[in-house]
């Protein structure tokens, strides 16, 4: 939805009719099948684009308040692992979310974002412009009109929402919406200055949403409490390379079964680095589990001189017990 370049609020929505827009069932789960391109590394006229794809799940995992407020709490995860939770909130005038959960990190809209403004006519407008945390959005939105959509779980007649971007970065987001049932189809695509496409990325639901249990937590091939990874960006797909270049190094983690506000530990080493002794310890940083299947993120930011090429890993402790190590390179 939220998925890369500040793109924001990607969670199934509502309308304004008799029923309402968005199920708000406890347990109520949509499930997706994203794809995500970009264009090849070389041109090549025969592979354009460049596609990987991941399953997505939104669920309404009970709610929280918020200023007197309750807002449903929407969980999204993608291959199993939970990326976000927004919190949204269903009223006279559409759909609103007020504020994102990053890990145990409460993210702030201000003022809540319209994510659906009713009632539901073609060429209805509303704009966002205000901050997501500490990062100024801008975005105007745009009813299309009722359309025709086919997706795995079926044939739909939705209304399309148009979003262009404008700050911090280009952008468009389409969302197909069915009132009762919420969006069926996404499309986002981040673009240059220039109105180049840089990455685009596809939501399609898989199957009618429905009322499942709390999600079983898949435990790693080693038994290990946690599944850990480094990344190139916050919502990106662990990796083993990174150039000089790269603004940080996120080291994600995923609990599984973790015992009650578990405290976890990430340390920073350079294992193998010219003129730097070996396994120097750069840094590290601790946090406490909010739950015993919830993850979350360290950041490591590149240094003042720029980063060393060699060879880093990251260690990773549970209550200060080892649970994980992760290792990559940084290269010129």
């Known amino acids: 939805m939220k998925f890369a370049a500040f793109i924001f609020a990607l969670a199934p929505a509502v309308c304004a009719t008799a029923e309402p827009l968005l199920p708000s069932t406890e347990g109520m789960t949509w499930k997706y099948e994203m794809t995500q391109e970009k264009p090849a590394a070389e ?4 592979k354009p684009t460049e596609k990987e794809r991941f399953p997505i799940s ?10 007197n407020l309750e807002f ?13 939770t927004d919190l949204i909130r269903e009223g006279e005038n559409g759909v609103i979310c007020a504020a994102r959960m990053d890990g145990d990190k409460l993210v702030s809209f201000d ?7 009713t009632p539901l006519k073609a060429g209805a407008k509303w704009k966002f412009d205000g901050k997501i945390g500490d990062r100024q959005v801008t975005q105007q939105y745009e009813i299309s009109g009722e359309e025709g959509v ?8 939705a209304w399309r ?8 970065s280009a952008a468009t987001i389409d969302r197909w919406l069915v009132p009762g049932v919420g969006f069926v189809k996404i499309r986002t695509e981040i673009k240059t200055n220039a109105g180049t496409m840089l990455q685009r990325t596809s939501l399609e639901l898989k199957e009618m949403p429905k009322v499942g249990g709390q999600p079983e937590p898949i435990p790693s091939q080693s038994g290990e409490k946690l599944i850990v990874g480094v990344l190139k960006n916050p919502k990106g797909e662990p990796t083993t390379a990174f150039d000089v270049s790269a603004p940080a190094i996120y080291a994600r983690w995923q609990g599984r079964g ?18 730097v002794a070996a ?11 909010p739950s015993p299947n919830s993850g979350g993120l360290f950041t490591l930011s590149k240094p003042e001189d720029g980063w060393i090429p060699g060879d880093y890993r990251v260690e990773f402790f549970v209550n200060d017990e080892p649970a994980g190590a992760v290792k990559f390179k940084i290269t010129k």
């Open 58 to 67: 939104y669920r309404i995992a009970g709610t929280q308040k918020i200023d």
């Open 43 to 46: 041109i090549d006229l025969e």
């Open 161 to 168: 929402i148009h979003c262009n971007q404008t700050f911090p």
């Open 150 to 157: 086919e997706v795995a779980a079926g044939k739909f007649r």
């Open 279 to 289: 396994d120097y310890e750069i840094d590290d940083a601790d946090t406490v589990a």
């Open 258 to 275: 973790l015992p009650a506000k578990a405290k976890i530990r990430a340390t920073f080493i350079a294992e193998n680095v010219v003129d």
């Open 72 to 84: 449903l709490k929407m969980e999204m995860d993608r291959d199993n692992v939970r990326v976000s």
């Open 111 to 117: 003022p809540p974002q319209a994510i659906v403004a």
